[in-house]
């Protein structure tokens, strides 16, 4: 069974800096993308930043330049660098991921969530 570990969250001042991890645990197929989401109290879950294998990032125009999506495939783990957070960053972060079988069978995961607080 595929897990999604994260690590990483936590309270921290307006101005500071979390780095995410999410760890993909007892998966044997290639990880094809992953992605960063995040849920807000009243808000819908929404898309923060995505890695594809070969490289290739996108992020969401409202942490664009302060977030770095970035994945260690040796280590089946992809981070999410959060530089100058603001209280608008809190939020439950969710990591996911789309695994790729030697077939070419996808399958998408999700974390449990990090709870991400940013105060003023």
């Known amino acids: 069974q595929v897990q999604l570990v994260e690590s990483g969250g936590g309270l921290v001042q307006a101005g500071g800096s979390l780095r995410l991890s999410c760890l993909v645990s007892r998966s044997t197929f290639s990880i094809n993308l992953s992605g960063w989401y995040r849920q807000a109290p009243g808000k819908q879950r929404e898309l923060v930043a995505v890695?594809?294998?070969?490289?290739?990032?996108n992020y969401a125009d409202s942490v664009k330049g302060r977030f770095t999506i970035s994945g260690d495939n040796a280590k089946n783990t992809v981070y999410l660098q959060m530089n100058s957070l603001t209280p608008e960053d809190t939020a439950v972060y969710y990591c996911?991921?789309?695994?790729?079988?030697?077939?070419?069978?996808?399958?998408?995961?999700w974390g449990e969530g990090t709870q991400v607080t940013v105060s003023s």
């Open positions: 890695i594809r294998s070969g490289g290739s990032s």
């Open positions: 996911n991921t789309e695994l790729v079988s030697p077939q070419g069978f996808t399958y998408n995961y």
